[in-house]
């Protein structure tokens, strides 16, 4: 961590630091971008929503906050900034302002100020515990401090990892990302699953490598507890996506089933799994993020919400369901397409940790669902260009170009970076070995 | 053999003399000669005291030199003469608190009559104070009966009348009873005299003679005196008798005669039966928890009280069971807590009821709470006398009723067993109900005019708008019950010292 | 002279405070002038006394041979009297706002500033029996307030308020007079019961802690004592939220404070079985509370029962018996302080101006009172634990001493206070919501007569925020002067 800068030293301990490291720099790049392209959707999308203004005002408050994350240097400045911007997305969430979506909203905020609770739990510890505040590779406990309060801190280092995992949508606190996405307007729902879902990976990367540092969970059952989650986590996402009609829900169980990719990387422990989950995150950002907008041009334009609705709808919107297909099969895993990269990595890492068990069993459920993944983006792509006799087929006009942009640039990037993948792959390789 | 030690003997005689010498004079003349009386008797006794503090010992005093067995004795130690004390300046203020009243309630013609049963009541209460002879505190317990049903019915209304047959029927059964202990005792022991009595009394007991005799004669005893002095359950003529007598009846009847037949009850457990052997009795547990009971019962019973007179009344059974309380529990810390609550509440519940009287005054004559409300506010003494009562009831540092909290609670926690739970309980149950009640009827009597009572008649509004007549004597005397509750709390040291080393001077 | 200095600091508020129904003035801006001179005057002179007067003290009365009745500057009740101080004048303030809708303001304002004189004294005695003298003297002179409505639910619970109080009261002094009676010493100055402290007389002096406990424990609320307090958000605002979120429960904790680390000591009680007690009842209690506030609707009642959660905050940091714990635990009661003082004055603002009571009513009122709202959502933050505000600090204090301390009953501690930092969110953050984000179907009209309060009560409003802000970033100076406790309490470190 380098470039240290002190915002606020509140006392002994307690000091809002920022800084710089190769996680933080790729979270940073990767939220600017996305927030970028979001924007200049959201500001065609705008035409569909009420109190606009209140809606960008929090948009960009909440990316503030996602910087502030991306470059905070200790527990507490994590701690903070994960708050704030659980607090500022929220409003984004009941935009509408109907009862459902309120409702959704305060689930959203209780499950993840829960989540930052548990987090909390393990700030108090680390600051108990720990050698130093700022995060450091390998780990910031003090080993005479630690000695013989073992089980203590790993119960703490799991709840607390839990606790983020939250905001990432991983089982058992999963269950407000499938109500807040469909009500929150369009634009919301993909920086909520694209990117803020990521915050909590960031925090979860943190806390597990640079706090209590990968030797000391290595090998112990809160690594085993976390990968199992995961993975539960991953086949359960691709079963309810499978069976769900409302297509921003159907979009939701995939973040939910996608995001633990991503976490079952980080869990591993392993460098080469941990460039697969890096690489995930950039590649489930673009690829979810192209899958909302889609989805969402088809609301704004024509007005069509479900999955069964869209038959034949790609004849009319074939930018749109163009740009889909592209995502899709990005995110089942298809060479070259960006995704299918990552998911090697994932499995490669898995298989050579050498847990009994798991290290198999994970490439296994990776592979189970991505069938899933095929089994329920496909069928959108397919019954949109070829409705098949006898389907009733939907009326509707292509979106409008502001909103294609940003569509085409993430279907490009799908493309770009599933062929070229080699440069992000090293730079994402020194930062994952820069963990350890 | 020193002048002041004359001074038992001589307070009886002349408050008897000057009660007869009323009988002939004119109103104002009686007035003026018992007023006289009593200070020159308040006066003495404080002389006698002070011979106590310099380091007097204890003595006995024959009446006309006559000796054992045909001639009768005094005793007089710093307990006795500090009772004496406490006894003669209430009854003087209590007077001079409730002399409007006399006039209202008696009648010019009959006044006299009030200042002889008064004298005579106090002088039977300093006789039971001195005496030294079990059967002469008889007589004199039947003179303090027959004189208290006196003040109570001076004033003439279907009332008193039935509350003082109640109350004298009661008290003659518990007469009877002590008397029957008494004819058991000189049986036993073939004495009259107190200290021969204790030294025949310890004999049989070593020699385990008469055991069972003597056994009933303490119980008898317990029960007698107790009935006349309220212990719950037998004070259900306690309310009826205090709340509808004239305000410095009142005053005198729960401040002092119930607190004369208490002391005379210690004074015979501990000098005629003798400490040790009372504590084996079961008697000391009985009075404790009938003590304790009265404590629950009394405040209970006050808090539904729509008059103020028989709220006060209640009140009082609660306060007197405090005194059975640090009575039962049976240890040297337990009677000293009860003499202290003896010398605060004689002070603080005769203050309480000049100052209804005050109130009832100031109310167009009556008691109800609905006729009282604001009535604080018209007459200003009453309601700082009300104000003082209530801190001192609740335990305030400063007021002498924090320093009976104190002792009680210190004798009681240097108990063991289940003594300890009970009484503790009690203070705490007591403490919270006597806050409630007391604080209620602050809340009435000092309720802004603007609330005005809509409930109290028009009749009695237009009695308000009267001038209330100020009266001085009155005034003062409120005054000086304040201070005096204000020295026991302030001076609370020297009334212990005084206590522990008269009881220590008593067997 | 400075001795005396804390009497006048004492009888100066009640005096002045007494002849306020005496003077009975008729114009309100004579006896604003007159009630705010005299509580300004008082809190100047406090906190020169508190800068200048520390180890001052003041022998009033020998009561009896063995009780005196001293006053004593320590730094232990200096925390205390400086929390008092400051707050105050801005409750004055913001009472003469909310009253002037109401009546009998002579007998309230005098009865109002009679309590801040009895608070110091609370917070300067120098021995138990003093500080008993003004805890009942607090009681009695707190009822009228709460009953002041005169309603009949009014005079349900301030009989309710006397009768635990006094029963509380009456149980610690039984408590206070064993110890005496058995060679303990009563005086704050003499720590810890010393030789007294025999294994014969162990369980007495344990059951004599219960009793002190417990008795105090009504006034800070712990379980099964708590209900007083619930039942008194009937009074007027003011009074709920200067009295029973400040000055009476404070009284409480302080008091508990008192006799954990000044009359018995760390050497009695760590580790023993009295010290679990009181741990497992306050960490009940935190859940309990904080459980209750988030079913409540009512809005006063919700942050009278978040109060008694927060209390048990004060009194398990206490329990720890660590000097880490004794300085979280005064620095939660001082940071409490603000933080619900700030929330009852806009519960009562709301209440003012709206009269609205119930926690679902306040739809759009963010916009409608936005200085009110906005004061509320920082303060609910605080609550809640978000850095950087004054909150986390405490809450973050009281966890880090609970893990130095490291019994398992320091562990569910910890955990009570994160499942209450959840629930918090939950009964605060909501409120929030529903003001700045009311449903699509609200009307703004329907507010149209709802308007922002005027100088008085926002003023002390924003003051107070400013302050949770600036003690949450910049809190040396205060721990510093909060951190000098701990020689005191503690002589043998």
């Known amino acids: 961590m380098t470039q240290l800068f002190t915002l606020l030293k509140i006392s002994d301990g307690l000091a809002i630091q920022f800084g710089a490291d190769g996680l933080g720099r790729m979270f940073l790049c990767l939220d600017t971008v996305m927030w970028i392209l979001v924007g200049i959707y959201a500001f065609k999308y705008k035409e569909h929503m009420k109190h606009t203004k209140r809606f960008f005002a929090f948009y960009l408050l909440t990316y503030l906050m996602l910087a502030a994350l991306s470059m905070a240097a200790n527990y507490l400045t994590m701690y903070l900034c994960f708050e704030f911007m659980t607090l500022l997305s929220m409003p984004m969430v009941l935009q509408d302002g109907t009862p459902e979506s309120i409702a959704a909203a305060r689930k959203y905020l209780m499950y993840s100020i829960f989540g930052a609770t548990l987090g909390l739990l393990g700030f108090f510890f680390s600051a108990h515990y720990g050698a130093g505040t700022v995060f450091t590779p390998g780990g910031l406990l003090d080993p005479a401090k630690v000695a013989g309060n073992e089980s203590k801190l790993l119960v703490v280092a799991f709840l607390s990892i839990a606790g983020f995992s939250a905001k990432a949508g991983m089982f058992p606190l999963h269950a407000w990302l499938p109500t807040a996405h469909p009500v929150a307007p369009a634009p919301a729902s993909a920086v909520l699953s694209g990117v803020i879902t990521k915050a909590g990976v960031l925090c979860i990367l943190r806390v597990m490598y640079q706090v209590y540092g990968a030797s000391f969970l290595a090998g112990t059952w809160v690594q085993k507890a976390l990968i199992v989650l995961s993975l539960i986590t991953v086949f359960m996402g691709s079963m309810m996506a499978y069976g769900e009609d409302l297509l921003k829900r159907r979009l939701a169980y995939s973040t939910v089933s996608q995001v633990s990719y991503v976490l079952f990387g980080v869990f591993t422990l392993h460098p080469v799994a941990l460039l697969g989950a890096l690489l995930h995150v950039i590649y489930h950002s673009i690829i979810k993020d192209g899958l909302f907008l889609g989805a969402g041009a088809v609301i704004f334009t024509n007005h069509k919400e479900y999955v069964s609705q869209l038959h034949g709808m790609g004849k009319r919107m074939p930018v749109t369901f163009g740009c889909f297909t592209v995502c899709s099969l990005g995110l089942i895993g298809i060479p070259p397409f960006a995704g299918f990269l990552s998911k090697w990595y994932l499995a490669a890492g898995s298989l050579s940790e050498g847990l009994p068990v798991l290290s198999w069993l994970g490439p296994a459920v990776l592979l189970l669902s991505a069938l899933l993944t095929a089994g329920y983006l496909l069928p959108i792509s397919i019954h949109g260009f070829f409705p098949g006799e006898g389907e009733k087929e939907a009326e509707g006009k292509e979106a409008p170009f502001q909103m294609l942009f940003p569509m085409l640039v993430l279907a490009l990037g799908v493309v770009v970076f599933g062929v070229f993948a080699q440069p992000l792959a090293d730079a994402l390789l020194r930062i994952a070995e820069a963990m350890f | 053999m020193s002048l002041v030690q004359n001074v038992p003997a001589f307070s009886i005689l002349l408050l008897m003399l000057c009660g007869i010498v009323c009988l002939v004079l004119p109103r104002r003349a009686a007035r003026h000669l018992a007023d006289c009386a009593i200070a020159l008797v308040a006066a003495a006794s404080v002389a006698l005291l002070v011979y106590f503090l310099q380091g007097g010992a204890a003595y006995t005093y024959s009446m006309g030199e006559i000796g054992a067995p045909f001639g009768n004795e005094l005793r007089a130690g710093m307990l006795e003469a500090a009772v004496a004390t406490l006894f003669s300046i209430v009854t003087l203020l209590s007077l001079m608190g409730g002399r409007a009243h006399l006039r209202s309630d008696i009648g010019r013609l009959k006044v006299n009559l009030y200042y002889i049963s008064t004298l005579f009541l106090l002088c039977s209460m300093l006789a039971l104070v001195y005496t030294n002879d079990i059967f002469t505190a008889y007589v004199f317990v039947e003179i303090n009966t027959i004189t208290a049903c006196g003040i109570v019915m001076s004033k003439e209304d279907g009332y008193t009348l039935a509350a003082s047959m109640r109350y004298f029927i009661m008290s003659l059964i518990g007469s009877g009873l002590f008397l029957i202990s008494i004819c058991i005792l000189y049986a036993v022991t073939g004495h009259l005299l107190m200290s021969n009595i204790q030294e025949a009394v310890a004999q049989l007991y070593a020699q385990g003679e008469y055991r069972a005799p003597l056994q009933v004669a303490i119980a008898l005893m317990g029960v007698g005196l107790s009935l006349k002095s309220a212990l719950w359950p037998f004070s259900s003529w306690l309310p009826d008798a205090h709340s509808s007598a004239s305000a410095s009846s009142s005053a005198m009847l729960s401040g002092l005669v119930l607190k004369s037949f208490i002391f005379l009850m210690i004074k015979i457990f501990y000098r005629v039966i003798g400490a040790g052997i009372v504590r084996t009795h079961a008697v000391l547990d009985l009075l404790l928890v009938f003590g304790i009971l009265g404590m629950v019962m009394g405040s209970v019973n006050a808090l539904f009280e729509r008059d103020i007179k028989r709220l006060l009344a209640y009140s009082s059974v609660g306060q007197i069971g405090y005194i059975f309380c640090g009575v039962g529990l049976g240890t040297p810390a337990g009677v000293a807590a009860a003499m202290v609550q003896v010398a605060v509440h004689a002070t603080t519940k005769a203050m309480l009821f000049c100052a209804a009287g005050g109130l009832m005054d100031a109310s167009g004559g009556s008691k109800k709470f609905r006729d009282i409300e604001g009535a604080g506010r018209r007459d200003p003494y009453a309601g700082v006398a009300f104000i003082v009562g209530t801190l001192s009831m609740i335990g305030i540092p400063f007021f002498g009723g924090f320093i009976t909290k104190l002792s009680l609670v210190q004798a009681a926690v240097t108990v063991g067993g289940w003594r300890n739970l009970l009484s503790i309980l009690a203070i705490i149950v007591s403490t919270i109900l006597t806050a409630i009640y007391y604080i209620n009827v602050l809340a009435i009597i000092f309720r802004a005019p603007e609330t005005a009572p809509t409930k109290a008649s028009e009749k009695l509004k237009e009695e308000w708008k009267k001038q209330v007549r100020l009266d001085t004597e009155y005034e003062v005397a409120i005054v000086l019950f304040i201070l005096l509750n204000l020295a026991i709390g302030l001076r609370s040291d020297q009334l212990m010292q005084i206590i522990t080393t008269g009881l220590s001077m008593f067997g | ?493």
């Open chain 3, 1 to 493: 002279m400075t001795g005396f200095g804390i009497l006048i600091a004492i009888l100066v508020p009640i005096l002045g405070g007494a002849l306020v129904p005496l003077l009975d003035f008729d114009a309100r801006r004579a006896r604003e002038y007159y009630v705010f001179a005299i509580v300004l005057a008082t809190s100047v002179y406090t906190l020169s006394l508190l800068s200048s007067g520390q180890g001052s003290e003041l022998v009033l009365y020998h009561l009896t041979s063995t009780i005196d009745i001293t006053l004593r500057i320590d730094r232990y009740g200096s925390i205390f009297a400086l929390l008092v101080s400051v707050l105050w004048p801005l409750a004055t303030l913001y009472a003469f706002e909310y009253m002037s809708h109401l009546h009998k303001k002579n007998r309230f304002f005098g009865f109002f500033t009679i309590c801040y004189g009895i608070t110091l004294g609370v917070a300067f005695a120098g021995n138990f029996i003093t500080m008993y003298l003004f805890y009942e003297l607090l009681t009695l002179a707190t009822v009228p307030l709460i009953t002041h409505e005169g309603t009949r639910e009014a005079k349900v619970a301030g009989v309710k308020y006397l009768v635990y109080s006094i029963a509380g009261a009456t149980a610690a002094f039984i408590g206070m007079i064993a110890i005496l009676t058995h060679g303990g010493s009563l005086e704050f100055a003499v720590i810890g019961l010393g030789d007294a402290a025999t294994p014969e007389n162990r369980r007495l002096f344990d059951l004599a802690f219960l009793f002190m406990f417990f008795g105090f424990g009504v006034k800070s609320a712990i379980w099964p004592l708590h209900g007083w307090l619930p039942t008194a958000g009937v009074a007027p605002t003011p009074v709920t939220a200067l009295l029973h979120a400040v000055a009476v429960v404070k009284s409480g904790v302080f008091a508990i404070g008192r006799v954990v680390y000044f009359t018995y000591d760390a050497g009695y009680l760590a580790g023993s079985m009295v010290q679990k007690i009181g741990l497992a009842f306050s960490a009940f209690t935190i859940v309990y509370g904080t459980v209750m506030a988030w079913k409540e609707i009512h809005f006063k009642k919700r942050l009278a029962y978040s109060t008694v959660s927060n209390l048990s905050y004060i009194v398990f940091a206490f329990l720890l018996v660590t000097p880490s714990g004794l300085t979280a635990g005064l620095l939660h009661m001082m940071f409490h302080g603000l933080m619900k003082i700030v929330l009852f004055f806009v519960a009562g603002t709301v209440m003012h101006q709206s009269g609205r009571i119930y926690v679902t009513d306040l739809r759009g009122f963010g916009r409608a009172m936005p200085v009110s709202f906005a004061t509320f959502t920082i303060a609910s933050l605080a609550l809640t634990g978000i850095p950087p505000l004054c909150g986390f600090l405490s809450k973050y204090a009281i966890a880090e001493a609970a893990l130095a301390q490291g019994s398992p009953l320091a562990y569910a501690g910890v955990a009570a206070l994160l499942v209450s930092a959840v629930f918090t969110a939950a009964y605060l953050l909501t409120i929030c919501v529903r003001a700045y984000f009311p449903p699509a179907d609200f009307e703004p009209w329907s507010l149209k007569s709802v308007k922002e309060a005027n100088l008085y009560m926002t003023l002390p409003l924003v003051l107070l925020t400013a302050a949770i802000v600036l003690l949450g970033c910049f809190p040396g100076a205060l721990q510093a002067f909060i951190g000098g406790v701990v020689p005191a309490a503690f002589p043998g470190l």
